[in-house]
């Protein structure tokens, strides 16, 4: 969580780390996230410098955003929520990165990305801990209480944070998510929309990659939203996990030969 500036059309959100650009996100008006609470979560590293949000979905593979892939990633730290106490043991080189084959741009879709580590992490239900992932083409409409986290900026323009925050959104209808959205630009058919409009809750700068929960399932990644983050206008824009778990059990089935 750094210094940004915009750079997609339509001033999308950037986030500036080390001169090199990328979407990201914040947390807007969260809670620090409880110990031993969100175990599956990961910092995203260029060398020692958190990058973008991002969730085990199995023992040696993070998912992530696939916009987060213009930078050097390099490790991901696991098990810790506090960024300035991070163990040796919680720290993983990066093998491998998988862009979703469609991907170009945030704001056309496909904005995921899985991360191969270069060794296996050690799971413990109480320090780290893989995510469920939805089933194919799930329908997200009763989804429940669902929850966004992040190191990033509290609010538009603000300061970043060392430990985790979270926060509560509701998800948006996408019809009404695209009517929203029209004046701005067309939506893709792959992705979520939750939290932004119609409150002041939801992600900005410094997250991106991170996940979209909703009971207890990992069911969207963070992938973009509109300069002000701390009342927006527009829904936060997310993507749909459930729309690539072939491309995801594909890859992870591959690595497993």
Known sequence: MYRFHPFLLFHLLTCLNNGQNALGSEII???NAPKNSMQFMASVQANTQHVCGGFLVSEDF???AAHCGKQNLTRVVLGTHNLTNVPDDAVIKIKQRFKHPLYKKPELGYDIMLLQ???KARLDSKIVKKIQLPKSNNKIKNMGKCNVAGWGFTKTKGEAVDVLKVVDVP???LDECKRKWKNVRSLPDNIICAGGSGTNKGFCKGDSGGPLVCNGMAV?????NKYNC???NWP???TDISKHIAWIKD???KKEL
């Open 236 to 238: 936060n824009i997310y």
């Open 117 to 119: 580590l270069s060794e």
């Open 29 to 31: 008006n969260g809670r």
């Open 220 to 224: 969207g990644v963070v992938s973009f």
């Open 251 to 253: 890859i992870l089935k």
């Open 62 to 64: 993070v998912v992530t």
């Open 230 to 232: 701390d009342y927006p």
């Open 171 to 173: 998800i948006i209808n």
